[in-house]
């Protein structure tokens, strides 16, 4: 029965897999067929044309420096601040706490359209127009958030005892801070800047009413839709696809290199302590 | 406050809270007050903002009950405002993907959680992580490669003798298709979360007692999944509401999404006034749905953002 069973739940598995995977093989398919619609079939041979359309397209250049540039300005404002929120909640109790927490978790849960309208009024209010400057603020608004939940979540296993202990050493304040506080918390602040990079990077719901005339990729793709894309779009697809694929290969491989060391040294440690028994 | 006072001193405190300031005060609630306040406001030139015509009122809100619109259901037919109507549906597409992607994940999250061997856990969630990170716009736009006339879908079915002439497929029903394909994931790993804290133990003390498997599911593993449930259903429920891309790519004409309403007051009839009150009026929905999903599994806010 249970034989039957997980037969069942691999073949399920596998269907759910393909059902994610196979749309994504079709679209990068298409940045090779030489057909100006982008599409499978008909198949009208093998190109590079759209490759090449790709390199020569200025303004999808200017639209991945506009998407880096505002990658990197939210993950610089958002880092500090959800370090800073998660500082200061971890460290008060109570009412106060949850009506923080609410206010910090809330715009998570807000539409992004709902932030971009908002942001958008709020600054044209004090004459501050559109432009990417404000999809960073929009952006930052939520993507901040993640950063706090990450860093509050590394806090819960800090030993306080260990700031007291500096503190009656002598340490100054800035360096509790620096030596102490700060080097536990950098694995979450850095998987909270690389969360925040590439939230940034997909955003497209605040970015759409906040740009201004500017373009980032999203909105560039966004703005063909229109006009029917062209295949150029499928080989956007295709690089975005492969990088990010070579990225979690390149991790996987660490990864596992890693676990195959610390297997190492946990049999040696065995071997060693057994050694001492004798 | 004294704690951060002791260990940081001064400087560093007002730093922290400075920044925790900015963050709630100049990017979070400030903006949505402006928008709250003037969503009352009317639509006007610039030279005669702060003048005459300009008063607080319900205008705005009021145009959604503007524009009637003929439309049957069930072969019942009947009028009704067109912005009513796209209110609603877009709360009743939203709220069926959501229970699409919820019975579409929960095999995957207990598979996960409880029958793969941990070795392969890795790997797999490598392969389900693939899609997560090619942006919302592309898997949206991969639909459209497959759904559009001179498609594969329609070659296919063609192919098979299944259908004789190509079908139109830009619609509801592939907006549908294209929202579960792109949030079926914010659905999979709250649940598998849920689950991966239930001990198996239990699962096994179910079924030495009888249980048949369907039993075993409803009665402890579904309880113990509410948190995760709650959770996926309103990430999910959320992010369908508040798309603009999906419904835009996959629905070709026919379908009119609310955010599109807003879109086309902000951006095309610049009105940001009347955009204002209808993104608030989004916002409403969410916050009333977010409270309504902690009521029913009774949950906390904690437990859904995550």
Not at chain 1, 86 to 102: C, D, E, F, K, T
Not at chain 1, 199 to 210: K, W, Y
Not at chain 2, 17 to 42: C, H, K, Y
Not at chain 2, 206 to 232: F, M
Request: aromatic share 14%; charged share 10%.
């Amino acid at each position: 029965m249970n034989k039957k069973r997980d037969y069942l739940f691999h073949l399920y598995m596998g269907l759910f897999l393909a059902y994610l995977l196979i749309p994504l093989i079709i679209m990068g398919g298409a940045s090779f067929n030489d057909n100006k619609v982008p599409s499978i079939v008909p198949w009208k041979g093998w190109t590079d044309r759209w490759f090449i359309d790709l390199w020569n397209d200025d303004r999808i250049w200017i639209a991945f420096r506009n998407t880096i540039g505002v990658a990197l300005a939210v993950v610089a404002l958002s880092v500090p601040i959800g370090t800073a929120a998660a500082i200061l909640i971890n460290s008060i109790s109570g009412r106060m706490r949850a009506i923080l927490y609410a206010l910090m978790v809330a715009p998570v849960l807000i539409p992004g359209i709902v932030i971009g309208v908002s942001t958008l009024l709020f600054w044209s209010a004090f004459h501050v127009g559109a432009g990417l400057h404000l999809s960073v603020l929009g952006q930052v608004s939520y993507i901040a958030a993640f950063v706090m939940l990450l860093v509050l979540a590394r806090l819960q296993s800090f030993d306080m005892g260990l700031e007291e202990a500096a503190l009656d050493l002598g340490a100054s304040h800035a360096q509790v801070m620096r030596r102490v506080l700060l080097p536990h918390l950098y694995p979450a602040m850095a998987a909270g800047g690389a969360i925040a990079f590439f939230q940034s990077i997909e955003n497209f719901n605040i970015t759409l009413f906040t740009r201004g005339n500017a373009d980032t990729l999203t909105v560039y793709v966004f703005s063909k839709v229109r006009t029917g894309f062209p295949p150029t779009i499928n080989v956007l697809a295709l690089l975005l696809i492969s990088v990010t694929l070579g990225a979690a290969l390149i991790y996987e491989v660490f990864r596992r290199r890693r676990a195959a060391i610390a297997a190492m040294h946990e049999a040696e440690g065995r071997r060693a302590e057994e050694a001492g028994i004798a | 406050m004294e704690r951060l006072l002791r260990r940081y001193g001064a400087v560093l405190t007002g730093t922290f809270i400075a920044l925790t300031a900015f963050w709630l005060l100049v990017l979070v609630l400030l903006p949505n007050f402006t928008m709250l306040e003037s969503s009352f406001r009317p639509y006007l030139p610039a030279v005669e903002i702060g003048g005459q015509k300009d008063f607080y009122s319900f205008r705005n809100y009021l145009t959604i009950f503007g524009t009637p619109f003929d439309t049957s259901l069930l072969g019942m037919h009947f009028t009704i405002p067109l912005r009513i109507l796209i209110f609603l549906s877009t709360i009743f597409y939203s709220a069926l993907v959501t229970v699409i992607t919820f019975i579409l994940a929960y095999p995957v999250a207990y598979y996960l959680a409880k029958i793969v061997s941990p070795k392969s856990l890795p790997t797999l969630f490598l392969l389900l992580f693939v899609p997560l990170w090619v942006s919302e716009i592309l898997r949206a736009f991969a639909w459209w490669i497959i759904f559009t006339f001179n498609g594969p879908l329609n070659a296919l079915l063609l192919g098979l003798h299944i259908v004789d002439t190509p079908v139109r497929w830009l619609g509801y029903n592939s907006v549908i298709v294209g929202l579960v394909y792109t949030y079926v994931l914010f659905m999979v790993f709250p649940l598998y979360n849920a689950m991966q804290s239930l001990d198996s133990n239990q699962i096994e003390a179910a079924e030495n007692l009888g249980s048949p498997w369907w039993r075993t599911h409803w009665r402890v593993i579904l309880p113990h999944s509410k948190p995760g449930i709650a959770s996926g259903a309103v990430t999910v429920f959320m992010l369908c509401a508040g798309s603009i891309l999906v419904p835009t790519i996959l629905g070709g004409t026919s379908v009119q999404w609310f955010t599109q309403t807003i879109q086309s007051w902000m951006l095309e009839a610049l009105d940001w006034n009347s955009g204002a009150a209808y993104a608030f009026i989004l916002l409403t929905l969410c916050i009333v749905f977010v409270f309504g999903m902690m009521r029913v599994f009774g949950v906390k806010l904690s437990d859904i953002a995550k």
